[in-house]
T-cell receptor, first 116, second 110 residues
Framework: EPEVTQTPSHQVTQMGQEVILRCVPI?????FYWYRQILGQKVEFLVS????????KSEIFDDQFSVERPDGSNFTLKIRSTKLEDSAMYFC??????????????FGAGSRLTVL | SQQGEEDPQALSIQEGENATMNCSYK?????LQWYRQNSGRGLVHLIL?????REKHSGRLRVTLDTSKKSSSLLITASRAADTASYFC??????????FGGGTRLMVKP
């Protein structure tokens, strides 16, 4: 069964450092997403991406965050200068259709980011 | 409270019993989905119900939706120890994003 793959599974970084989290969405999916989950809390929407541009973003997704689809397969989330509160599990997801077609998301296993 | 709030927050039952989880939301929706998350893993889609549907079944899962009350329930019948996980409802109201609730932690004791 097709799956969304994320790397790394766990990254430890120092506050202020840049971090790039990588995702390979399902190949025929057109919509891509990043969510995060702080330990024990809700899964929070960060950003959605379609047709090589951001289609929606939340208040969390400030200027420190950026996303990119550098080639035909990868979808990356960059945090420019990490803060302690960025420590969380980051989930990439993809869907075949957008809202009009009912957007069922397939999630990756997540990348745990620990900021020290 | 925010869009998509589940209750109870935690539920512990014996194998074979039914588990019912509820979700309430605030704004109008296009569809509501339920996802499952095993500890430390990603979310797995279980079932989707559209705003014009009232009930949907998938195997041992039954989902209801009451748009007048802005609520949904997920029923897992004849639970198994392997059903132990967190269950989240997620609403789609505008655009492509899903808004997740806080989840119900279900423990099924063998």
């Amino acid at each position: 069964e097709p799956e969304v793959t994320q790397t790394p599974s766990h990254q430890v970084t120092q506050m202020g450092q840049e971090v790039i989290l990588r995702c390979v969405p399902i190949s025929n999916h057109l919509y891509f997403y990043w969510y995060r989950q702080i330990l024990g809390q809700k899964v929070e929407f960060l950003v959605s991406f379609y047709n090589n541009e951001i289609s929606e973003k939340s208040e969390i997704f400030d200027d420190q965050f950026s996303v990119e689809r550098p080639d035909g397969s990868n979808f990356t989330l960059k945090i420019r200068s990490t803060k302690l509160e960025d420590s969380a599990m980051y989930f990439c997801a993809s869907s075949e259709r957008g809202r009009a077609g009912a957007n069922v998301l397939t999630f990756g296993a997540g990348s745990r980011l620990t900021v020290l | 409270s925010q869009q998509g709030e589940e209750d109870p927050q935690a539920l512990s039952i014996q194998e074979g019993e039914n588990a019912t989880m509820n979700c309430s939301y605030k704004t109008s929706i296009n569809n509501l989905q339920w996802y499952r998350q095993n500890s430390g893993r990603g979310l797995v889609h279980l079932i989707l119900i559209r705003s014009n549907e009232r009930e949907k079944h998938s195997g041992r899962l039954r989902v209801t939706l009451d748009t007048s009350k802005k609520s949904s329930s997920l029923l897992i019948t004849a639970s198994r120890a392997a059903d132990t996980a967190s269950y989240f409802c997620a609403t789609n109201n505008a655009g492509n994003m899903l808004t997740f609730g806080g989840g119900t932690r279900l423990m099924v004791k063998p």
